[in-house]
């Protein structure tokens, strides 16, 4: 209860930052010698202790600093900050990021987060897919049939919190329909089971626990659309996911379940990668449209390889930093 109570006093955000075991430990690294031989120091964030060691280098040395947001630090809701603790981070990271010379993240939504708390305009580094994505094998250890459209989704359901439950009512209207679906907890797999023996789907469902990387791809490939799903709530609206950049490498049809001010709906909206739905209703009406016109999904996909994400990024902190950037670079 002590504890507990502590994390609503502020204490529990200051002691972490300051005693941090991990930063003293690696402050005892960074000589003059070793900073010698570099142009700038990166933080690349998801952890408080990167930003508080690479502005402590940056102090040190007069390297420019620069943050990549991979995820916020005071505005993370997945964290649950008390009101305290918001105020301490927001102390800390205020004092650090105005000290950057160059500060990137990974959406719209969290670059406009970050400009609203401390008036910084951060720069838009997609996480992008890897190109050998497109080289992976199609072949799987079960067969799927040819005369039917299969939907199919890989990854976590967070036992419910991905809006799974939306694809079953198509289901339910249409026998032509199957949902592909590979998950890895046993919370998921049996909410999927329930969900089919509720709307008694259960011979459209092709349930896989456990798959590898490249069989969860190879499910993909072979499946007529493939399935975002996102919180209903509107709370990750700024979230793109790997998920998301993966099914663009793939160029199939994308069906996105989500809040209609998403950042990933608005992005399948402007590339024409599919639709991006609130409600089953939703998706039916799209289906049914989709049929009677001629489709022109977009292929125009390449920027959003990291190899591309990663020159853009290369070129930015060259910018910054005054070294020139040779556009010969792969």
């Known amino acids: 209860w002590f504890r507990d109570l502590l994390k609503y006093s502020g204490v529990r955000s200051w002691r972490y930052y ?3 075991r991990f930063y003293h430990s690696s402050k005892k690294l960074i000589t003059k ?3 010698n031989k570099f142009d700038a120091v990166l ?4 952890n408080e202790d990167a930003l508080h060691l690479a502005f402590y280098v940056h102090r040190q040395s007069g390297l420019p600093l620069i943050i990549d947001y991979r995820d916020l630090w005071c505005d993370n809701h997945h964290l649950n900050w008390t009101p305290l603790d918001k105020l301490v981070i927001n102390i800390l990271e205020k004092r650090i990021i105005r000290k950057a010379a160059l500060v990137t993240t990974v959406s719209k939504n969290l670059s406009l987060q970050l400009k609203k708390r401390y008036g910084v305009n951060a720069a838009i580094i997609y996480n992008g897919y890897f190109d050998f994505i497109r080289e992976l094998s199609t072949e799987s250890h079960d067969s799927i049939q040819n005369n039917v459209v299969s939907f199919c989704y890989c990854g976590s359901l967070y036992g419910g919190v991905r809006p799974i439950q939306e694809i079953f009512p198509l ?3 249409n026998s032509n329909y199957v949902l592909n679906i590979a998950v890895l907890d046993d919370v998921d797999r049996r909410l999927v089971e329930s969900l089919a023996q509720k709307y008694r789907v259960q011979n459209q469902l092709h349930l896989f626990h456990n798959l590898s990387y490249q069989q969860a791809i190879a ?3 072979r499946s007529d659309f493939l399935l975002f799903l996102n919180r209903l709530d509107g709370l990750d609206k700024g979230v793109l996911t790997g998920k998301l950049f993966e099914y663009i490498a793939l160029e199939k049809p994308i069906i996105g379940f989500g809040h209609q001010s998403d950042e990933a709906g608005e992005l399948i909206r402007e590339h ?4 991006y739905c609130s409600s089953t209703e939703e998706l039916s009406r799209w289906l049914e449209q989709r049929k009677n016109k001629v489709q022109n999904e977009s292929k ?3 920027f959003f390889s990291r190899k591309v994400q990663a020159k853009v990024f290369a070129q930015l902190i060259k910018e ?3 070294l020139p950037f040779d556009e010969r670079l792969p």
Request: a neutral charge; glycine letters at 12%; hydrophobic letters at 45%.
């Open 18 to 20: 300051l005693a941090s």
């Open 33 to 35: 010698d070793f900073l």
């Open 43 to 46: 933080a690349s964030f998801g």
């Open 171 to 173: 289901l339910a209207q």
């Open 219 to 221: 499910l993909e490939k």
């Open 272 to 275: 024409n990668l599919g639709c």
């Open 300 to 302: 125009m996909t390449s």
């Open 320 to 322: 910054k930093i005054g």
